[in-house]
Structures are given as structure tokens and as C-alpha cells.
């Protein structure tokens, strides 16, 4: 094989050589070959009208998937079976979406199938996302499926179109980050803390269009549930693709799922997958180091993800022009502690924090415990298999007794497309990844922070710092 005899290799450029059909030139860009096809209700229905106009066929159903959960309610249905949609505009496009699947063949998760969920969960869950594997989706957030060592990224809505059409995509080769964690973390602090702590450090355009591998021992020390945590949020430093080198973590979590290889193709797969690391001495743009053991647990005070800063810190004084109005538009006071700041709502979800482990941290901290008197605090699993994991272990039970709302699975409050939402001057506690004005409803302040956080800040009504609560639980 090339790979072995040719120079030290990246990740990166091992998953772009294998799925590359034409190579770049100066006036183009590659013709990428694409493995997986994840479709949601929001970027899809122009691309199938594009495809329908034309009388093209969908080209690969089987490798075209679909799931529902950007507009769908998190209230269940009525006692007629109607479910609750926020807008006419919002069934409608589960309705569309429900239509094209049907008519091209595709495979869809539909409300009230058991595998229904977040596309950025589901696909992992069920062993579709594998390594080596190119998966697109319209949808930004797509890089958190690098976590699995897949070339993972957010493709635009016409580009939908070309990947149904063609089962491939026009990509020229990004620039490559190495984002290296040296040490451990300290207790108390997860993935959600590197993200933000990570951001911070290199901007919200720091990653600038890149493909950035995460690398270090504290990357390596993540489950799988942490390392989608980051490389979701990769996209929030600017980067387009985010992903980890697979190993045994990697293998151990996908073994048995429902669309992982079996038997002897199980075998194969690994020694392939075996092969999906950087080399030493590989070459990358380049190389950043993060100091994880020294993080602590992060918010953000802003209104772009990298105006981040440890919960038991204080709010800085603005400078430019932008962090003044970010600051107005916050009511952050400079100099007065994060933990000052009072705290209407609550929200634990979306595809960066909806997953088991997120709900498990929270359950942590809110088990026999009670949300602050006015705060509402909501819960929205990521899939429904998250759901139904979560209450075999009763942690629904916990959220419940202490006040908070338990939902059906959807992107919920991170985007407000579903009508949940903040109102106008409310601030949210948000375990989501876009801290961006009235993303979470008109006017909405959003803080972005671990499951950790965003439960201690429930049950404290202001902003709080969660290991207090984590450790003694730990210790009791
Ligand atoms: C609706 C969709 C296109 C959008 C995205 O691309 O990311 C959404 O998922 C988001 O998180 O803002
Ligand atoms: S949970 Fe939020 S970030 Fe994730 S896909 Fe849905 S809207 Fe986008």
C-alpha cells in the first residue's frame, strides 16, 4: 500500500487520499467521493426540488439517511396523536422531507420510530458513522462525526443537491491544525471545558476554514461521547472538519451496532481502521498546544463562542468596539464575578451535549436537589435511544424531582426552530454550541457551559461553578 512506503501521512491526508476520485488542479477543486449521506428537514427539501425539476434519481438511497429533528416538537402528541408543531412552516417541512424519503427510496427516521434523534447523535449511535468514512450533511455541526476518525463536514444546500444527485461533492483540500492537549484534565472539567477553553485560546476563526485533529493525552483519555463534544465544536473555532485518530475507545464503542460490519467483516474493518492515524513526523499547518490541565470549568460571556472564560472568574472589561456590545447586549458588569449573574433558564441538549454521559453529569449534580424557585430548566435527550437509556437508569426521575422539564428528543432550544424558546432579555445556561444574538429566542442571553454547569446554575439560579457538586458526590 502507498501509505506505507510514501512520506509520513495525517489522518487528515489518509481519509482525503482514499475518497479523492479527481484530483485537485489550480482552476478546480476535488472530486470527493462521499461514503455517507445524513439528510435533516431544514437543508433538504430545495435540494430534492432541485433534483425532482431536473427528473434525476437520487444516485446512492443506500448510502443516503435521514432523521427529523430540528422543527419536530418536544412536547408529546395530543390525545388525538397530533403532535404539537410550533409553525405550519415547521410540519411542513417534516412533512416534505417524509415525502422525498419515500419517493427516493431513502431510509428515514421518522417521528415515533425508536431510532429517531439529532442527526450529529443518531449517526454515530447507530453505527453508521464508522472510520475512514467521508460523511456529509447540510449541516454545520457534521464534523462532530470525526470524532469516530471519519472525514466529517457541513456541505451547503445546493451542494445536497450535487451529493444526492452524484454521491459526490467539490472540495478543495483545507489547511490542517493540530491541536494538541497536553496533560490531564483535572477532575470535575470535560470536553465541553476543552472546547470552550480551546476556542478561546485560538479565536473563533483560529481554525479558519481547517481540518483539525485533536491530539494529546487528554484527547486520548476522552470517551467517545466527550471527543464528539469537541470535534463538534471545532466548527466553532472556525474549522470545517474536527477529528481523532481512532482507537480502541473508538472500536470498543461501535462493535455490535446496528450498522457496524460483523463477523469476519469486523476483523477486516479494524486492521483497516488500525491504519487511520497520523504518522510520526507527519507535517501539519499547524500545531497548536492546549494546557489541559490547567482548565477549568468555562462559560462564555459574549456573544461568539471564544468570549470564553473560567465559571469562577469575572467578567472582563470590554475593548473593541464589538466586546462592548456584546457586553451591553450580555449585561455582563466588568469586574463583578460570572457568579453573580442570575439565571432564568436552563437548557441541557443539542448534538453537542444531549448524549447519555451529558445527562448522567447532570443527573450528578441535580439528584436530590431542586431547581431555583423561577428557573425553568428543560431537558432534551438527543435521541431516542438516549431517552430510553436514560430512564432504564431513572435519571429522567432525577430531572423531574428536582423541577425540570424531561423531552422528547429534537435540536430543541439550541436553535428555537421547534417554538422552545427563551423570551425576550431572559438569560440561558446552555449546554448547545452558538452563543449567537437571539439564536435561543428574541433578545435571549445565551451562556454556553457544560451539562456540569448549566445543572449547577439551576439549582443555584445563577451562574455556577460545578465542582463543589461533582466532588462531593465523588467523595460521598
Ligand atoms: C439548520 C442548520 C442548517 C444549522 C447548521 O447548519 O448548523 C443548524 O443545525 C445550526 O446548528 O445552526
Ligand atoms: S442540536 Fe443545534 S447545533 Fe446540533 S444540529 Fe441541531 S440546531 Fe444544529
Not at 427516521?109 to 458513522?129: A, K, Q
Not at 455541526?141 to 461533492?169: M, N, P, R, Y
Not at 459574549?302 to 472568574?313: H, L, M
Request: one cysteine or more; hydrophobic letters at 40%.
Amino acid at each position: 500500500m502507498s501509505e506505507l512506503s510514501s512520506s509520513p501521512k495525517s489522518l487528515f491526508d489518509k481519509l482525503w487520499e482514499r475518497h479523492v476520485v479527481v484530483e485537485e488542479t489550480v482552476e478546480a477543486p476535488a472530486v470527493l467521493y462521499i461514503d455517507l449521506h445524513l439528510i435533516h428537514e431544514v437543508t433538504s427539501p430545495q435540494a430534492f426540488s432541485v433534483l425532482d425539476g431536473r427528473g434525476l434519481k437520487v444516485r446512492r438511497p443506500d448510502k443516503t439517511f435521514g432523521t427529523l429533528d430540528h422543527s419536530t416538537p418536544t412536547l408529546p402528541a395530543n390525545a388525538k396523536g397530533e403532535l404539537p408543531y410550533a409553525t405550519p412552516e415547521a410540519k411542513t417541512q417534516v412533512d416534505t422531507l417524509i415525502r422525498n424519503c419515500e419517493k427516493h427510496g431513502v431510509e428515514l427516521l421518522n417521528m415515533g420510530d425508536p431510532r429517531r434523534g439529532i442527526v450529529h447523535v443518531i449517526g454515530p449511535e447507530l453505527g453508521l458513522t464508522q472510520p475512514g468514512k467521508t460523511i456529509v450533511c447540510g449541516d454545520s455541526h457534521t464534523s462532530t462525526h470525526g470524532a469516530f476518525g471519519a472525514l466529517a463536514f457541513g456541505i451547503g444546500t445546493t451542494e445536497v443537491g450535487h451529493v444526492l444527485a452524484t454521491q459526490c461533492v467539490l472540495q478543495r483540500k483545507p489547511k490542517s491544525i493540530r491541536v494538541n492537549f497536553d496533560g490531564a484534565l483535572p477532575e470535575g472539567v470535560g470536553a465541553k471545558d476543552m472546547a470552550l477553553a480551546m476556542i478561546a485560546q485560538i479565536g473563533a476563526d483560529g481554525g479558519q476554514g481547517c481540518a483539525i485533529e485533536f491530539a494529546g493525552e487528554a484527547v486520548r483519555d476522552l470517551s467517545m461521547d466527550g471527543r464528539m463534544t469537541l470535534c463538534n465544536m471545532s466548527i466553532e473555532a472556525g474549522a470545517r472538519f474536527g477529528m481523532v485518530a481512532p482507537d480502541q475507545t473508538t472500536f470498543e464503542w461501535l462493535h455490535g451496532r446496528d450498522y457496524t460490519p460483523k463477523g469476519l467483516a469486523w476483523n477486516e474493518a479494524l486492521a483497516d481502521w488500525m491504519e487511520l492515524k497520523t504518522d510520526l513526523g507527519a507535517s501539519f499547518d499547524w500545531e497548536v498546544h492546549v494546557d489541559a490541565a490547567n482548565i477549568r470549568p468555562m462559560i462564555t460571556f459574549g456573544v461568539s463562542p471564544d468570549a470564553a472564560a473560567p465559571v469562577d472568574d469575572m467578567a472582563p472589561t470590554p475593548q473593541t468596539d464589538a466586546e462592548h456590545h456584546a457586553a451591553d447586549y450580555m449585561q455582563f458588569t466588568a469586574g463583578k464575578p460570572f457568579s453573580d449573574v442570575a439565571v432564568n433558564r436552563v437548557f441541557i441538549g443539542s448534538c453537542t451535549n444531549s448524549r447519555l454521559s451529558d445527562l448522567r453529569e447532570a443527573a450528578l449534580v441535580m439528584r436530590g436537589r431542586k431547581v431555583k424557585p423561577g428557573v425553568i430548566a428543560l431537558v432534551v435527550p438527543g435521541s431516542e435511544a438516549v431517552k430510553r437509556a436514560a430512564e432504564a437508569e431513572k435519571l429522567h426521575e432525577v430531572f423531574l424531582a428536582a423541577g425540570a422539564e424531561w423531552r422528547e428528543p429534537g435540536c430543541s432550544m439550541c436553535i428555537a426552530m421547534n417554538g422552545d424558546s427563551g423570551k425576550p432579555g431572559e438569560l440561558v445556561v446552555s449546554t448547545s454550541n452558538r452563543n449567537f444574538i437571539g439564536r435561543q429566542g428574541k433578545g435571549v442571553r445565551t451562556v454556553l457551559a457544560s451539562p456540569a454547569t448549566a445543572a449547577a446554575s439551576a439549582i443555584e439560579g445563577h451562574i455556577a461553578d460545578p465542582r463543589p457538586y461533582l466532588f462531593a458526590r465523588e467523595s460521598a
